[in-house]
C-alpha cells in the first residue's frame, strides 16, 4: 500500500483544526458549507461518448487489444501500455519516459483517468480528439517511432487481429488509421476512476472522511483556493494555466500561437493520483508534499501566471498536511481498476436555445448567452468583461478567425458576411463554448 497516510497526532488534531483553523489562522473561520460542495463534485451516472465513434463492446475490445499491441511502434517492442501502464495509473511511475534516442522525453507521461469528458488532449491540449491523438505517440520519433502503414499491414496480415477489427466496425470492416483511432479511444473511454472515500462523502455518507481529511477540503475549497482550477468530480476545469512551475516549456502558448498563454498547462484531474507520482508535467514534484509547497513557497512571478493563481497563499505546516491527507481521499487504498460507467452519446452545449443578439459578455469564463442568432452583414462583439486574459477563435465554414491575446476589457469585434453556423471557443479555457447562428434574416 502506498498512501501516505495522515499520523495519530494529525487526527487527533483534526476536530480542534475544524473548530478552530479552516479558514485561516487569523481570519475568522468559515465553517466547510457541505450542502454547497456536495453536488458540485458529484459524479455523473454514464460516461459521454461522441455521436461519431459510439461505444460497442466488441470495439471497446478491440482497442484493449492495440493498447497493448507493440507492432505498433517501429521496433516492435513499445506499446502504450509500456508507458501507460495500468497500475500506475496508467502513467509509468517515472519523471520522465526514456524514449527510443536514449534520452529523456520532453515531458511526463500522464495518467488516463476520465478523459471520456476531456476537451483537448496533451499537456498542451495539441490534439483536439481522442481519436486524432493516438497517432501521435504511434509517428513520434521518440515514443513508438512507428510507421503506421507498416503498423497496418503488420495487423491486417493477423487473421484473428482482422476478425476483430470486423467485429468492431461491422459496417466498414477494414484495417485502417480512422478504426485504429477510434478502437484506441473508445476503449480509453471507459477508464473512468473508481469511487473513493471522498465519493461516499459527497454521496451523504459523513463518516466517509476522518475530521483531517474534512478540515484538508475545506482548506482545498477554501484559503488554499484550489478549486479555482481542479473543479467537478473530475477536479480539472480543462482549462490552461501558468502555476508558475521553473521549467522552461512553453505549453499551450505555441500551439495557440500566444505568447500570453507561455508555460500555461492543462489542469490535470486530481483522481487516482496517489499512483502516478512524480507530478506536472516534467514530473518535476516527487510527492504531494512538494506539490503543496510549491503552491505555497516556490510560485514563479512572471507576467503569465493564472489570473486563478491566488498570488499568495499562506499555509502552515500543519495545513499543509491537512491538504495533503485531503488528496490521498480522491485514490484508491489498492491499485485501481476502471469503474464501469453506461455511455451515452452526447454533443456539447447544444440545446441551448439561441437569443437574437450580437453582443456576448465574458464574465466569469462564460459566453452570455451561449447561444446567440445573427444577421449576414452584423458584426459579432465579444466583450472581455472578465479578470482572465481570453483567446477567442472560431472555425466555420469559409471562416476562421484568432483573436490573439484578448485582455480584460478588450473587445473582439468579428463580422460575418456569409450565412452558416460557428463555433467561438476560447483557447485558454476550452469550457467555454459559443454557438452563433448566422441568417439572411433573423
Ligand atoms: C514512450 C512512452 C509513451 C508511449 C509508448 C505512449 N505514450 Fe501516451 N503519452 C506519453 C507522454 C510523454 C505524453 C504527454 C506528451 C505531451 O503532453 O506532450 C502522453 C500523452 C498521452 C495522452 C494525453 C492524455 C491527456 O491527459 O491529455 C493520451 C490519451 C495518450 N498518451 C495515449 C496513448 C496511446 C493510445 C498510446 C499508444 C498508441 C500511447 N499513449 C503511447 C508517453 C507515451
Ligand atoms: C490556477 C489554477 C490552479 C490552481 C489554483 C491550483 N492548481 Fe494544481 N494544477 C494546475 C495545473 C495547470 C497543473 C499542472 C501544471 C504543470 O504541469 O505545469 C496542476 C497540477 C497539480 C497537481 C499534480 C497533478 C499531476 O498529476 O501531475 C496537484 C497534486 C495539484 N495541482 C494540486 C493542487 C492543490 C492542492 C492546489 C491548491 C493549493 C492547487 N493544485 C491549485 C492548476 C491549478
Known sequence: MRREGFTKIGRVLAGLVLATLVGGAGDKPTPLDAAHWRPAFARP????TPTDNPATPEKIALGAKLFEDARLSGS????????????LSFSDGVDRHVGHDGQPLDRRTP???NLAWGLSFFWDGRASSLEAQAMGPIENEREMAGNLENALRALDADPPMRKAFAAAFPDDAAVTQANLGKALAAFQRTLVSPETRFDRWVEGDDKALEGDELAGF?????K??????HQGWRFTDEAFHDIGLPSEDRGRGPVLGVSAANHAFKTPSLRERVWSAPYMHDGSLATFDAVVAHYADHVVQRPTLSADLPRRIELNEQERALLVAFLNTLSSDDPPRPASLPSKAMSWGGDEKAIPTSTVSQKDRRFTPGAIIMKVGEALRIVNDDTRVHNVRLDGPGKSFNSDAQNPGDTVTIGFDGAGHYDVICGIHPEMRLSV?????R
Not at 77 to 85: F, G, K, N, P, R
Not at 218 to 222: P, T
Open 45 to 48: 451516472d454514464h460516461a459521454p
Open 76 to 87: 516492435g517492442d513499445v506499446s502504450c501500455a509500456s508507458c501507460h501502464q495500468a497500475d
Open 111 to 113: 495518467a488516463l483517468w
Open 218 to 222: 475545506a482548506l482545498f475549497v477554501g
Open 224 to 229: 488554499a483556493g484550489c478549486v479555482a482550477c
Open 437 to 441: 447562428e448566422v441568417t439572411q434574416d
